[in-house]
């Protein structure tokens, strides 16, 4: 049987890529983070959407993570931090999912506060860490990945998790939800 995919979703500084990394070091998941995958293609064009807080299109997204999705051996389970986070992601990797005989397993929702993020973002200090580019990550979260949200809900694959206290303390949520 082909291994699960876990989707971690949440507005920017929620701590997907923390608990993302924590359950690859932790259980030996691949951690795919669509950020991350989009920062290493350093095309100047996407870099400048990313830093005004904006989403890159789909296409561009959709081929990083179909690449790195089809690396992962079959067997293996796969944590998805930021994708998919707009409807038409979504229903892409549904589709995509099935050449490798796999479904989205569990999606993780990670709520926190706006204050609680701003206050990580100015220490983390990357370059879309502005009070600008996070209104319009934070929008674009409300806007375009609550209804992701809500369609994972519908299919009874979500739990909404506080995102808040330590990262262990959050870690040990989500451990629990996944239990
Ligand atoms: P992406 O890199 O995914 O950024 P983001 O979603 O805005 O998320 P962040 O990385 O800011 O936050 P996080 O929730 O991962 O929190 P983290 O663990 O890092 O995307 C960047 C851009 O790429 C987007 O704006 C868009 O342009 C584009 N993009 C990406 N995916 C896309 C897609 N699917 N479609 C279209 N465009 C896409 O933590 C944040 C900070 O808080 C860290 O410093 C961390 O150490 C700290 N921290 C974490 N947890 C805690 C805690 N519990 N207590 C205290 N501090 C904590």
Redesign the pocket.
């Given at each position: 049987m082909a291994a699960e995919v876990f989707v971690?979703i949440?507005?920017?500084?929620?701590?997907?890529?923390?608990?993302?990394?924590m359950l690859s070091d932790g259980r030996g998941w691949t951690h795919l983070?669509?950020?991350?995958?989009?920062?290493a293609a350093s095309d100047p064009q996407?870099l400048a959407?990313?830093?005004?807080?904006?989403?890159?299109?789909?296409a561009?997204?959709e081929s990083a993570?179909g690449r790195a999705i089809a690396a992962v051996p079959d067997d293996q389970p796969i944590v998805l931090?930021?994708?998919?986070?707009?409807m038409g992601?979504a229903e892409w990797l549904d589709e995509a999912l099935v050449k490798y005989g796999r479904s989205v397993t569990k999606v993780i929702k990670?709520t926190?506060d706006q204050d609680?993020?701003w206050?990580?973002?100015q220490?983390?200090g990357?370059a879309?860490?502005t009070p600008g580019?996070?209104s319009?990550?934070w929008k674009?979260?409300e806007d375009q990945s609550l209804p992701v949200a809500e369609h994972y809900a519908e299919l009874g694959l979500l739990t909404e998790i506080d995102?808040?206290?330590?990262?262990d303390?959050?870690a040990e949520r989500i451990a629990e939800a996944l239990a």
């Open positions: 971690l949440g507005p920017p500084g929620a701590g997907k890529g923390t608990q993302a990394q983070s669509s950020g991350d995958l989009l920062r996407v959407t990313m830093q005004q807080g904006e989403l890159v299109d789909s561009t997204v993570v931090d930021g994708f998919p986070r707009e992601e990670l926190v609680e993020v206050n990580r973002l220490e983390r990357r879309d860490d580019s996070l319009e990550r674009e979260f995102g808040e206290g330590s990262p303390d959050v």
